[in-house]
Nanobody, 117 residues
Framework: QVQLVESGGGLVQPGGSLRLSCVAS????????MGWFRQAPGKEREFVGS????????EYADSVKGRATISRDNAKNTVYLQMNSLKPEDTEVYYC??????????WGQGTQVTVSS
């Protein structure tokens, strides 16, 4: 089992920035990649980006490319999502997820990001 806890969400004005954190615990040796997803009410969950747990190979969705940066601190078992130039359409619940083998098997509880003036 892997436990994930996100934090860092909140209310931000358009054009602002946020850094989300995701702390992993438990059987993290089974994790191959960490991903960030987001979901708005009534919409399907959307992939934001991911990073290989051991470093390198970072990928982003087109919707956030150039505005998002994913990084990790393995000493703290933490993955970060830095979002800049936030837009109202970025208002969603953001989730981190841990991938083992072929699927994202473990999910955090989510953190709300609201972009509004």
């Amino acid at each position: 089992q892997v436990q994930l806890v996100e934090s860092g969400g909140g209310l931000v004005q358009p054009g602002g920035s946020l850094r989300l954190s995701c702390v992993a615990s438990g059987n993290i040796f089974s994790v191959t990649r960490m991903g960030w997803f987001r979901q708005a009410p009534g919409k399907e969950r959307e992939f934001v980006g991911s990073i290989r747990w051991t470093g390198g190979i970072i990928e982003y969705a087109d919707s956030v490319k150039g505005r998002a940066t994913i990084s990790r601190d393995n000493a703290k078992n933490t993955v970060y999502l830095q979002m800049n130039s936030l837009k109202p359409e970025d208002t969603e619940v953001y989730y981190c997820a841990a991938r083992t083998a072929t699927q994202y098997r473990y999910w955090g509880q989510g953190t709300q990001v609201t972009v509004s003036s």
